[in-house]
């Protein structure tokens, strides 16, 4: 099926530092999101994005959370000031528009580990 | 906030054997289904959905039987084989499709199938 790609595999920072996590979502999808993933517990919606827009955003999408894809480049996530309950896998999706042509594609994941 | 559970956590099963996942919700406003699958170190991988006007739905060897008065979904999977090893996920969504909407995760279910 269509690809996701997520740039980095894997990121280890100091807390209180910024974290850039950026997705290269399927070209001719227009949604946007992203999930977090705490080892062994389920994964949670954060945020989904469409034209240029937050639409929703969970309890998980703290203040410290941003997210943009600027001149349709990747789509990002920072995190200003990281946090140690931020360590987590962050997964990327996105759909097309069409009903029905809508399936969310997930990345691969990045692995955020805050120290 | 929607709750999503899936049974059993995990299963062994012999190659050939046929596997039932249960998975249930608790939001009466949940209207969309897919259900994805995670091999080990790999991104999630879309493999089954319906919509809530369904009760039934057959890719190959999978089969989605959903009954929305007892809120339940059940994934059968037929002639399993060792590729079919994975974790399957069951989620849902209270929009009638899978664009721009939050998708709510179940906890997982790991499927082994021994050769």
């Known amino acids: 099926g269509p690809k996701v790609l997520q740039i980095p595999s894997h990121q280890i920072i100091d807390m209180g530092q910024m974290v850039t996590l950026n997705c290269d979502p399927v070209?001719?999808?227009?949604?946007f999101y992203w999930y977090k993933q705490i080892l062994g517990q389920q994964m949670e919606f954060l945020v989904n994005?469409?034209?240029?827009?937050?639409?929703?955003k969970s309890k998980l999408f703290k203040d410290q959370f941003s997210v943009e894809r600027p001149d349709g480049s990747y789509f990002t996530l920072k995190i200003q000031p990281t946090a140690l309950e931020d360590s987590a896998v962050y997964f990327c999706?996105?759909?097309?528009?069409?009903?029905?042509?809508?399936?969310?594609?997930f990345g691969p994941g990045t692995r955020l580990l805050v120290l | 906030g929607e709750q999503v559970e899936q049974l059993p956590s995990s299963l062994i099963v012999q190659e050939g054997a046929s596997v039932l996942i249960n998975c249930s919700y608790t939001?009466?406003?949940?209207?969309?289904f897919p259900w994805y699958k995670q091999e080990p170190g790999k991104r999630l991988q879309f493999i089954i959905d319906?919509?809530?006007?369904?009760e039934r739905k057959q890719n190959q060897r999978l089969t989605l039987l959903f009954d929305k008065k007892t809120k339940h979904l059940s994934l059968h999977i037929t002639a399993t084989q060792p590729g079919d090893s994975a974790i399957y996920f069951c989620?849902?969504?209270?929009?009638?499709?899978?664009?721009?909407?939050?998708?709510?995760f179940g906890t997982g279910t790991l499927l082994s199938v021994k050769p």
């Open positions: 989620s849902a969504s209270n929009r009638y499709g899978g664009s721009g909407n939050k998708l709510i």
């Open positions: 939001d009466s406003a949940s209207v969309y």
């Open positions: 994005f469409y034209n240029g827009k937050v639409m929703e």
């Open positions: 319906i919509r809530s006007n369904m």
């Open positions: 999706a996105s759909s097309a528009r069409d009903w029905g042509q809508d399936t969310q594609y």
């Open positions: 070209s001719n999808h227009l949604y």
